[in-house]
């Protein structure tokens, strides 16, 4: 079946710094990919939706400068969270589409990664 | 605005109790209705997809079924194994985006 990998699992870091997120699909070609944010007891909540060779589509409230999203190849997208500060900690977890895939399964979704800001 | 609403927020279970998880949705143009299993710390996990009224689909103790404005998960003699948290998502006719519920989180004591 269609597999997404996610990476890193968990960072923790300092205020300040900038973190990066990937997110690759391993046995298919991933047109459009998808970037969410998990809070605790809440949705997923969509942030952007990433287009190969394009840029990416941000959601209503999303800042495009915090969270810059790269798609340059078919099957890795990167999240990058620029000077991360405590209020951005949260679950990020990215998903892609299969275009030739079943179509029972519009994403298939990475194990999230887990970023704790100092 | 598609709108996803799942209710009870949690529910716990002795082991073989049955019951049922809710998903109301408001949608235009529903293009499928997913159920997704998610365990702590993990992304979620794809359970079943379904389309129209009358609907149902069934994987081991899960039966799913669609209404024209909820669907439910019914959960049969449930095993430790099955807590998790379940989530809803609705995909409209526009894109291929999700709208996804808060979740329901099972627990099913032994």
């Known amino acids: 079946g269609a597999v997404v990998s996610q990476h890193p699992s968990r960072v923790i870091c300092k205020s300040g710094t900038s973190v990066k997120i990937e997110c690759r699909s391993l046995d298919f070609q991933a047109t459009t990919m998808f970037w969410y944010r998990q809070f605790p007891k809440k949705s997923l909540m969509l942030m952007a939706t990433s287009n190969e060779g394009s840029k990416a589509t941000y959601e209503q409230g999303v800042e495009k400068d915090k969270f810059l999203i790269n798609h340059a190849s078919l099957t890795l997208s990167t999240l990058t969270v620029t000077s991360a500060h405590p209020e951005d900690s949260s679950f990020y977890i990215c998903?892609?589409?299969?275009?030739?895939?079943?179509?029972?399964?519009?994403?298939?979704f990475g194990d999230g990664t887990r970023l704790s800001i100092l | 605005e598609d709108q996803v609403t799942q209710s009870p927020e949690a529910l716990r279970l002795q082991e073989g109790e049955s019951s049922s998880l809710n998903c109301s949705y408001t949608v235009s143009g529903l293009r499928g209705l997913f159920w997704y299993r998610q365990d702590p710390g993990k992304g979620p996990e794809f359970l079943f997809t379904l389309y129209s009224a009358g609907e149902e689909k069934e994987k081991e103790r899960l039966k799913a079924t669609l209404t024209k404005k909820e669907s439910f998960l019914h959960i049969t003699a449930p095993k430790p194994e099955d807590s998790a948290t379940y989530l809803c998502?609705?995909?409209?006719?526009?894109?291929?985006?999700?709208?996804f519920g808060k979740g329901t989180k099972l627990s099913v004591i032994p």
């Open positions: 998903s892609a589409r299969d275009p030739q895939g079943d179509s029972n399964q519009p994403q298939h």
């Open positions: 998502a609705v995909r409209d006719s526009w894109s291929y985006q999700l709208t």
